[in-house]
């Protein structure tokens, strides 16, 4: 079971990124997925989620409003829209996915990609 994360780079405050995760191994359909993110030198934190039954949207509060989360189950693809970027925003973010029929825990991470944002 693999995720691979990517689509991240450098980019000026005020920009945007899009980040793709692509699941391999079996089928997410039915899984929660999301991301989280890490700089350096702090903890790893919350960014977005999808919750399994539903389709509810998830964001922590430093994101809200200005990112996106989706997936295309059919194609175990899942997607981070980052908008109106912020040097605070550089970390690695994470993509993420639990077991299938679960919200909780995320049994499986990618590899991470690196956002730089630039002031």
């Known amino acids: 079971v693999q995720l691979q994360a990517s689509g991240g780079g450098m980019v000026q405050a005020g920009g945007s990124l899009r980040l793709s995760c692509a699941a391999s191994?079996?089928?997410?359909?039915?899984?929660?997925v999301g991301w989280y993110r890490q700089a350096q030198g702090k903890q790893r934190e919350f960014v977005a989620a999808?919750?399994?039954?539903?389709?509810?949207?998830y964001y922590g509060d430093a994101v809200k409003d200005r990112f996106a989360i989706s997936r295309i189950k059919a194609l175990n693809m899942m997607y981070l829209q980052m908008n109106s970027l912020k040097p605070e925003d550089t970390a690695v973010y994470y993509c993420?996915?639990?077991?299938?029929?679960?919200?909780?825990?995320?049994?499986?991470w990618g590899q991470g990609t690196l956002v730089t944002v630039s002031s």
């Open positions: 993420v996915a639990t077991e299938e029929g679960r919200s909780w825990p995320y049994d499986y």
């Open positions: 999808i919750d399994w039954k539903g389709g509810s949207q």
């Open positions: 191994g079996r089928t997410f359909s039915s899984a929660s």
